[in-house]
């Protein structure tokens, strides 16, 4: 459990400019977010509570407006800011993976995956274009489909390969539901697609699953 902490300072933007956005507590941080309490309840005392309410920092920016609307002294303003905020931070790290055209490292690759595709509704299939190297040429979602399927026309996978003159893959759909395990369906176009590339000489390094919470390798699975 989360305690108040007395020496907590009643001026969180001025620890910050004097000590920098790193020295700031959780609740600092969300305090000077809200900028504002309710009557009678200050900014850090909110915080504490909405952290309180919803378990965790993590927890409380994942939530939907439907469990905010059951706090006290949060409005619809506040919750679309907080997930404007969380997109920013989810596109700037996406941007600076992409800065560093390298992923070489699964960890980077799943983590990559994970921030563009797993958090969507829907299911989507993407694909990452590599050169001879493995420098990322760039990542394209190609297909879209509902919450439990995205329909992949192989052809026009090895068109975009062809366009861009890659010569490895790595292939990712999202499981909206969260539930990793490849699918039959998975494997068998896992198995297809792999034997398509090798005629035009491109290899399908992985087949990776994503969600919100993780993701798997098909490759570290054995199944590529």
Not at 46 to 62: D, E, N, T, V, Y
Not at 96 to 113: A, P
Request: net charge negative; aromatic share 6%.
């Amino acid at each position: 459990m989360i305690k108040k902490d007395s020496t907590y300072p009643h001026k969180p933007r001025e620890k910050l400019l004097s000590q920098g956005p790193s020295s700031l507590s959780e609740i600092e941080l969300l305090a000077l977010f809200l900028r504002t309490g309710t009557p009678g309840e200050s900014a850090s005392e909110m915080a504490l509570r909405l952290i309180q309410h919803f378990g965790s920092l993590g927890k409380l920016l994942h939530a939907d407006y439907q469990a905010f609307k059951e706090f006290k002294g949060i409005g619809v303003s506040k919750w679309a800011q907080l997930r404007a905020c969380l997109e920013i931070a989810r596109r700037s790290y996406i941007e600076e993976l992409e800065q560093r055209n390298n992923l070489q490292s699964i960890g980077l690759v799943k983590d990559f995956l994970i921030n563009t595709i797993g958090h969507k509704p829907y299911e989507v299939f993407t694909c990452l274009f590599l050169d001879p190297g493995n420098q990322l040429i760039c990542a394209k979602e190609l297909f879209r489909g509902t919450v439990d399927c995205a329909t992949v026309h192989v052809r026009e996978v090895l068109k975009e390969c062809l366009d861009l003159g890659c010569s490895n893959l790595i292939v990712a759909h999202n499981h909206p539901s969260g539930e990793l395990k490849p699918s039959a369906d998975d494997l068998e176009l896992t198995a297809v697609l792999a034997q398509a590339l090798s005629f035009v000489q491109i290899d399908l390094l992985d087949h990776l699953i994503v969600s919100k919470n993780g993701a798997i390798s098909l490759h570290e699975q054995g199944f590529i």
